[in-house]
């Protein structure tokens, strides 16, 4: 199992510029999320999904859409890159339960935006 | 609204040390309570685990303590290593909602 991988590792963008992040896992979980770190501030929710055709907002969702067609896929779109969306982009998978629950995150997307 | 927060921000340990990571939760609705570990350039990795209904979870060296009254939890990292040298983040959930982090905390073990 690869379990989750990320794409691209590094990107840099222009203001106003749009891209997507590439997230797949292979371990049949419903539910996957995106998250973003930023020095002293932890890791927050941008969206997450519960399962395929099912997505909702989490704490800090502007400038950022996503969609799930597949189980497996949960791309992240910046519609109009700004600078304040320079940051470190980590998508995660979950297998909810009560004695495994466990959540896996992938390498991450180093994203700078000028 | 910050929903867990963690201290310290950051701790340096002796090798042999014992480290301590604190967190504070808000919301009674918690029913699960992981620590993250992270290595620079990689994403977290879950550590250990806990639920409300022990007050104590022990893997090895690492140690969750619970305290339910207080809304607190602790990771306790016996006999520390230059290894551990990294930084950990507490969080919690409810059922299947969205993981909710600290802050994080940057330990380095000294040798």
């Known amino acids: 199992n690869a379990g989750v991988t990320q794409t691209p590792k590094f990107q840099v963008l222009k203001t106003g510029q749009s891209m997507t992040l590439q997230c797949a896992q292979d371990?049949?979980?419903?539910?996957m999320s995106w998250y973003r770190q930023d020095p002293g501030m932890g890791l927050r929710l941008i969206h997450y999904?519960?399962?395929?055709?099912?997505?909702d907002q989490g704490e800090v969702p502007n400038g950022y859409n996503v969609s799930r067609s597949t189980t497996e896929d949960f791309p992240l779109r910046l519609l109009s890159a700004a600078p304040s969306q320079t940051s470190v982009y980590f998508c995660?998978?979950?297998?909810?339960?009560?004695?495994?629950?466990?959540?896996?995150f992938g390498p991450g997307t180093r994203l700078t935006v000028l | 609204q910050q929903q867990v927060k963690q201290s310290p921000q950051s701790l340096i340990v002796q090798k042999g040390g014992i480290s301590i990571i604190n967190c504070a939760y808000e919301?009674?609705?918690?029913?699960?309570f992981p620590w993250y570990q992270q290595f620079p350039g990689k994403g977290p990795a879950l550590l250990i685990a806990i639920r409300p209904d022990v007050s104590e979870k022990k893997e090895g060296r690492f140690t969750i303590s619970f305290n339910k009254s207080a809304k607190q939890f602790s990771l306790h990292i016996m006999d520390s290593q230059p290894g551990d040298s990294a930084t950990y983040f507490c969080a919690a959930s409810i059922g299947e909602r969205a993981l909710t982090f600290g802050s994080g905390t940057r330990l380095q073990v000294q040798p």
């Open positions: 995660a998978s979950r297998s909810p339960g009560r004695y495994t629950d466990t959540q896996y």
């Open positions: 999904s519960v399962g395929a055709g099912i997505t």
């Open positions: 919301n009674t609705a918690f029913d699960y």
């Open positions: 371990m049949n979980h419903e539910y």
